[in-house]
């Protein structure tokens, strides 16, 4: 009998809610049955697992269109994204995934005028998405919202603009991105390769390449070093974005699933990004499609470029 394949494993957490964890024996949750659900929506295999797990995610959507991470925390809507990606190519849940586009569109961190002598080097005024309401914005949930609206057909809308605007700003002068700060009190900071990829991917469809080239040269340097998987995952995706997969990539990704062997069954977050890495063909946007339907349940939210 063939080893179990990572859909296997993911396929085989859902549990009888319909929801999956993110490790074996662990309750249910949004985000983790967020990214399941890409991943099964994209193999096309199981349309009733699919079915039970967008019903789950439905029930943890809120009157106003999000989904956060846990009822009893409201305020961190970050799984709103991944709601709306693993609800693409759903009919059923169509309004419900609507119903999260909007309240997408409309949410937004908490900004404020650099002043004249702020320890920080980014520009705090520019509109992003943060990870709990009320907060600042940070490159992971921007980069985020910003795929999410892309695969949704809302490329152009103004959000996505600003969302874009923003992580240019965060980009290090000398390539890539970490959590969203460029300078503290003066130092440089360092790039995290998952940041940059989330950042890479977003970016894909909305600017030219050479205003990043120094950060797909920094991924491209640390490719041969990673191998846990949200790193080596989101390197891929934000390379293959810009149509530079490695040629190696089944053999890196077979590489850190070895790695469980010392260090542990990875989380289900962990190898659906894994799974996405190994079949994507130009990143994360080329696992979806955009019908005719979709660009018309979309289009009454569009709003031109400011």
């Not at 995934?97 to 909007?102: A, D, G, L, V």
């Not at 640390?222 to 293959?240: D, F, N, V, Y």
């Amino acid at each position: 009998m063939p080893p179990p394949t990572i859909l296997d494993n993911i396929k085989n957490l859902q549990l009888q809610s319909g929801g999956f964890p993110s490790h074996q024996g662990e309750s249910e949750r949004p985000d983790a049955t967020a990214w399941a659900l890409i991943v099964l929506s994209t193999s096309q295999t199981d349309s009733t697992a699919y079915d039970k797990g967008s019903a789950y995610l439905a029930s943890q959507q809120r009157s106003d269109g999000r989904i956060s991470i846990d009822r009893n925390f409201p305020t961190a809507s970050w799984p709103t994204a991944l709601a709306i990606m693993a609800w693409h190519d759903s009919l059923r849940f169509q309004q419900a995934r609507e119903s999260s586009i909007e309240f997408l569109l409309g949410f937004s961190g908490r900004h404020f005028p650099k002043s004249e002598n702020s320890i920080i080097g980014h520009d705090p005024s520019i509109l992003g998405w943060p990870w709990i309401a009320d907060t600042h914005s940070w490159v992971i949930p921007t980069g985020l919202a910003m795929i999410a609206l892309q695969i949704a057909g809302l490329g152009q809308h103004t959000r996505v603009d600003q969302g874009a605007e923003m992580l240019i700003d965060r980009q290090l002068s000398h390539g890539g991105w970490n959590y969203g700060n460029t300078l503290a009190f003066g130092k440089t900071l360092h790039p995290l390769p998952e940041c940059t990829g989330v950042a890479l991917q977003a970016l894909s469809t909305k600017i030219h390449r050479s205003l990043i080239d120094k950060s797909l040269d920094y991924l491209l340097q640390q490719l041969p070093l990673l191998r846990t998987p949200i790193s080596l995952a989101w390197t891929i995706l934000g390379l293959s974005a810009w149509g530079l997969k490695p040629h190696n990539t089944n053999t890196l990704v077979g590489d850190s699933l070895d790695l469980q062997k010392r260090y542990g069954t990875y989380s289900l977050p962990s190898l659906a990004l894994l799974y996405c890495a190994s079949h994507t063909p130009q990143g994360l946007h080329s696992l979806f499609h955009t019908s005719h339907s979709q660009q018309t349940m979309v289009g009454s939210l569009a709003a031109p470029r400011s």
